[in-house]
């Protein structure tokens, strides 16, 4: 009999099991998960051992070697359709675990994140079936003809190492093209974050998707859960999104068994403001870009660089946006700013905020803790934070803080503009403010990152390449990219 997974248990406290061929698994060594706005335990995971996620790869193996693998495109591709219409039937379900484990507004995970959860499902069951076919006519050596054609192939048991900032939808973003291009998938999401992966689990057996097509394993990285899986010889590809540190440890761990690899990473991301630009729309989009999510967000600019003639202006804008922000709890009217999501992390981005003083910053805004009353009091709220002053060579200017902050910058000429962007060891995103039409495409274009944004943030179709130059990453998703990672070709040559 299948396990519910958020099982509700006296205090509130639920049970998160492991998910393991069509089943929520006993076992485990169990760890707390906190609300980030409160502080207070909310939910109990299950740590994965070598024996559970030795079964998970045994039945990951099985569903492809089975009904799942066997199954027509048509039937598969109506499932994943399925599973986005329960995702959305049971949305408030998803979006109060998706707030519980991050501590973030209502409001956003309402518009962001539990939709995208849904989205990604229709784009690659769309996507799939939408994948050109390569064939290709030779001339043959005795004067004959032979056609090529190429068969894509799923690559087999794919691991989904999943990160805590935008949980639902960064993990369904390779979930779904994986599931759709036939792989079975074993995630594995941020210890700090597992509730929307189990609920997804409840989802996929209620969607009728086969036993072991989906399962999910909790814990840490090294020398857990992580370790485990991406080591494993029975699993094909690693799917990462999170830290570039972690990014080459799962290197070395995915080397021996040659396994294909996909990494969305960190970032330092900069963004531009020319003086052409239409201000008041810059410091709306800039300030969203940077404190949504409180920050969190892997393409958020924590650079900006901003044209002499128009900095005070714009600096003024960005200090008035921070200022009205509203921290507090996820449902209360009018909060616009979430918690960290975690006391580590917290203390990691207040080392940041000591080290710009050090390093010679003027505080505009923020720089601490904000006061707050009653349970999210013990939460781990951050003030927004805002610097100008720092010279471009100072850490605060080269390392990922992943926080409401961001250094603002002058520039004179649009070449320097360009050289200081570019000087990052990342190369994730850019977003570029100018009403030169001739500028926008020459500036985006020479960008050395994944994305370039102009007069606007994290707008996003899914069907274009989604990923990092440099060390922000490894390969592209995205539309048929995606179906690309997931899949291999088979090329059939047959003489006529
Ligand atoms: P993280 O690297 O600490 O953790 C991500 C996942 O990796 C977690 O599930 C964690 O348990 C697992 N993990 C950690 N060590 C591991 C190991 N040795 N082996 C296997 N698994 C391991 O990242 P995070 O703190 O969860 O997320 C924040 C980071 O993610 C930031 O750097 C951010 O820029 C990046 N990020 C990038 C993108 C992108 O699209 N490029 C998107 C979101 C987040
Ligand atoms: O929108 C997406 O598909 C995506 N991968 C966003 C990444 C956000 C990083 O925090």
Known sequence: MTKRPLRESPGRIRSLLNFVGGRFVDGGTPFDILNPATGAVHAIAYEADRAIIDTAVAAARSAIDGE????????????????ADLIEARFDEFLEAEIADTGKPHTLAHHLDIPRGAANFRVFADAIANMPAETFEMDTPDGGKAINYAVRKPLGVVAVISPWNLPLLLMTWKVAPAMACGNAVIVKPSEETPSTTTLLGEVMNEAGIPAGAFNVVHGFGPNSAGELLTSHPGVRAITFTGETRTGTEIMKAAAPTVKAL???????????????????????????????????????????????????????????????????????????????????????????????????????????????????????????????????????????????????????????????????????????????????????????????????????????????????????????????????????????
């Open 68 to 83: 799942w693998g066997r199954m027509p495109l048509a039937k598969r591709r109506a499932l994943l359709a399925r599973v």
């Open 262 to 496: 996909s990494f969305e990473l960190g970032g330092k991301n900069a963004a531009i403001v020319f003086d052409d630009a239409d201000i008041p729309a810059a410091v709306t989009g800039l300030a969203r870009a940077v404190f949504l999510n409180t920050g969190q967000v892997c393409l958020a600019p924590e650079r900006i660089y901003v044209q002499r003639g128009v900095f005070d202006a714009f600096v003024a804008g960005m200090k008035a946006k921070a200022e009205a922000l509203k921290p507090g709890l996820p449902h209360d009217s009018g909060v616009d700013l979430g918690p960290l999501i975690s006391a580590g992390h917290r203390a990691k981005v207040l080392g940041y905020y000591a080290l710009a003083v050090e390093e010679g910053a003027t505080v505009v805004t923020g720089g601490g803790v904000p006061k707050l009353d009653g349970p999210a009091a013990d939460g781990f709220f951050v003030q927004p934070t805002l610097w100008t002053g720092l010279p471009h060579d100072a850490r605060i200017c080269r390392e990922e803080i992943f926080g409401p902050a961001a250094a603002i910058i002058p520039f004179d000429s649009e070449e320097e503009a360009i050289a200081l962007a570019n000087d990052s060891e990342y190369g994730l995103a850019a977003s570029i403010w100018t009403t030169n039409l001739s500028r926008a495409h020459r500036v985006g274009q020479a960008m050395e990152v994944g994305i370039s944004w102009v007069n606007c943030w994290f707008l996003r179709d899914l069907r274009t390449p989604f990923g990092g130059a440099k060390m922000s990453g490894i390969g592209r998703e995205g539309g048929h990219h995606s179906i690309n990672f997931y899949s291999e070709p088979t090329n059939i040559c047959i003489k006529l």
